[in-house]
């Protein structure tokens, strides 16, 4: 039953947003439709088409929400009408199928309107998109249930409030708001390849349920280049995910992995996307060009094989487009392993002044790491040391750790 409503459930609450107008009520119909399928499916079986099923029964239910005048004004209740039109039509299947690409794309830039905080949008994307419950949203991001009850919460009454149309942006305000949509996909991506914090250095049904959010939007916006970029890039950062983690679910580095572990289906997935993205861009947009790095390291066969000449070229080619401080040092650590920890280091150095990287732990993390390349050990552990005390992940205060007593006992 969750693998039906995890599937189902984004098709269904778009479906029904589209007749109601109101994301909150949608969902609750949805659900309402889930319990009845609890209740009788033990019983009958599971339809041939429970979708098809699902959708019924909620709009049954919407009928009858819509006769009685609940949450809606009483312009909508020309809509039961419709519904009622609909129940009575010969073929509700194709009649669903009908409209499915275009609901789901509304729900998605709904779900990740400008009016709702980043954090708002997270939740409700997961929530509405992803069909996670609310405890589990939770424990991703390892706050209370609570919390992240009240942003939903929220999110739908603020969107209630703020009249927001159930379709789709054009023109200026599509590419702004397609904008906002990949930053939240990115965002559900990243927690889950690098936890922020807790326990676990990877939470891999995070990067599951991003992968599978951003290969929707691919379909549905086929001819935007950034959404094929960021799916290639989150493809290809998937494939490392088995090597990432040893025996005890410590971190295993990039450069220390084993590439025999790599998923070569999902690189083969990626390098495709990325193909897609140059085809139906002018030129690489910010996560084009990030795919384009991970894809460096996809195509070398071993870490030394590795092209950082190209990949310190890329994060030239990001810093100009997409300028930020983490680019930057990123562009850094490309630019020590293609000439030298030297090179790297004095633009590390230049960073340290950067407000916004005050308590950023892989800026200590970075420079720790070149300063041992140098020789310069002591200050290496310093600064290792300095890393494990800002990150909030248990697993990687330990790696740092383990690198800063390596100095220590190093430079003895």
């Not at 690409?101 to 729900?107: F, I, K, P, Y």
């Not at 094929?228 to 950062?237: F, K, P, R, S, Y």
């Not at 992995?257 to 790599?262: K, L, P, T, V």
Request: glycine share 6%; with cysteine; aromatic share 4%.
């Amino acid at each position: 039953m969750v693998a039906v409503w995890r599937i189902e459930s984004a098709r269904l609450i778009a479906g029904l947003a589209r007749f109601v107008r109101d994301v909150g009520v949608a969902e609750e119909l949805a659900q309402d439709a889930l319990v009845a399928a609890l209740e009788r499916w033990p019983e009958s079986g599971v339809p041939e088409n429970p979708g098809a099923w699902l959708m019924a029964t909620a709009k049954h239910r919407a009928i009858d929400l819509l006769r009685r005048g609940r949450r809606l004004e009483d312009k909508h209740e020309e809509l039961g009408h419709e519904l009622e039109a609909e129940r009575e039509g010969p073929d509700l299947d194709a009649a669903l199928d009908d409209h499915v690409g275009d609901d789901l794309l509304r729900l998605v830039f709904i779900s990740c309107h400008p009016v709702l905080s980043t954090e708002a949008r997270v939740a409700l994307t997961l929530r509405l998109l992803g069909g996670l419950t609310t405890e589990e949203i939770a424990r991703a991001f390892l706050v209370p249930e609570a919390t992240v009850a009240q942003r939903i919460v929220r999110a739908k009454r603020t969107l209630a409030e703020a009249r927001v149309p159930f379709e789709v942006p054009r023109g200026a305000e599509f590419a702004a708001r397609l904008s906002s949509v990949l930053q939240v996909v990115y965002l559900v991506f990243n927690e889950g390849y690098t936890a922020t914090a807790g326990d676990d250095w990877m939470r891999p049904a995070l990067c599951e349920d991003a992968l599978r959010l951003g290969r929707i939007l691919a379909e549905l916006v086929p001819a935007e280049p950034e959404v094929h970029g960021l799916v290639a890039l989150m493809e290809i950062q998937a494939s490392r995910s088995g090597a990432r983690v040893g025996p005890s679910g410590e971190p295993v580095l990039l450069l220390e992995q084993n590439r025999a572990g790599w998923d070569q289906v999902l690189i083969r997935r990626g390098l495709a996307a990325l193909a897609r993205a140059e085809e139906v861009g002018a030129a690489l947009g910010p996560y084009a060009l990030q795919a384009a790095i991970a894809a460096c390291h996809a195509r070398a066969r071993t870490a030394a094989e590795t092209d950082w000449a190209r990949i310190a070229a890329l994060y030239d080619a990001l810093a100009e487009l997409a300028p930020s401080p983490v680019v930057e040092l990123n562009r850094a650590v490309a630019i020590a392993m293609a000439f030298g920890p030297a090179a790297g280091l004095e633009l590390v150095d230049a960073l340290t002044a950067e407000p916004s990287l005050r308590g950023y732990h892989l800026l200590p993390s970075v420079r720790g790491d070149l300063l041992a390349k140098l020789g310069r050990l002591d200050e290496a552990r310093a600064e290792l040391e300095r890393a494990a005390a800002l990150t909030r992940n248990a697993r990687e205060r330990d790696l740092l750790l383990e690198r800063a007593a390596a100095c220590a006992s190093t430079s003895r």
